[in-house]
């Protein structure tokens, strides 16, 4: 089961858990119902096969796939790692499907408070297009994950803070977004 929680601000390691005192933990069914998020476990062998892996692809559409590993000290990982870790939206959803090692997907809700998803192999985590998130290693410094989207090219665009604030996607998922209290 994922687990979530609130997480502490301000934030002094990224890597690390940084939980409220004393934790507030999300429940899933409030990040589905309240924030969009949906959660799924997958059998990361002969996913190909699933049939519910394929027709999730075909029911959403997800048309383009990137499989990546991050590790905590090569140069080309501290890039992606860079680039991941920093706050962005994506115009569309997107899918993150962990393959192996673990981290954290950090979501910002729409009272731009941090939630902390802690996402181990066998976690798939359905980001609304819009949502401020970033991914995070954790203290193993190694995750290997596959996200889908939907493959146009505003889709593969990562659109930082704060120049997503005005876009048309983060406008609308706040509007069909309820807060998290």
Known sequence: MVVAWLLKDP???????????????????????????????????????????????????????????????????????DEE??????????VWMVL????????RDRCDKWIRIEIKPGDMITIPGGMYHRLVLDEKNMIKTKRLFPGSSESAALIFRPDGDNHTARRAYLARMACYN
């Open 11 to 81: 934030v002094e390691n990224l890597n690390l858990p940084n939980t409220t005192e004393p934790t507030k933990y999300v429940c899933p069914s409030d990040l589905q119902n309240c924030l969009g998020v949906e959660i799924k476990k997958f059998n990361v062998q002969n996913m190909e096969c699933n049939p519910e892996y394929v027709c999730m692809k075909r029911t959403k559409d997800y048309k383009e796939e990137e499989t990546s590993m991050v590790k905590g000290s090569a140069e080309e990982s501290d890039k992606k790692i």
């Open 85 to 94: 870790s920093r706050e962005h939206l994506d115009v569309d959803d997107e």
């Open 100 to 107: 192996e090692g673990s981290g954290y997907l950090d979501i």
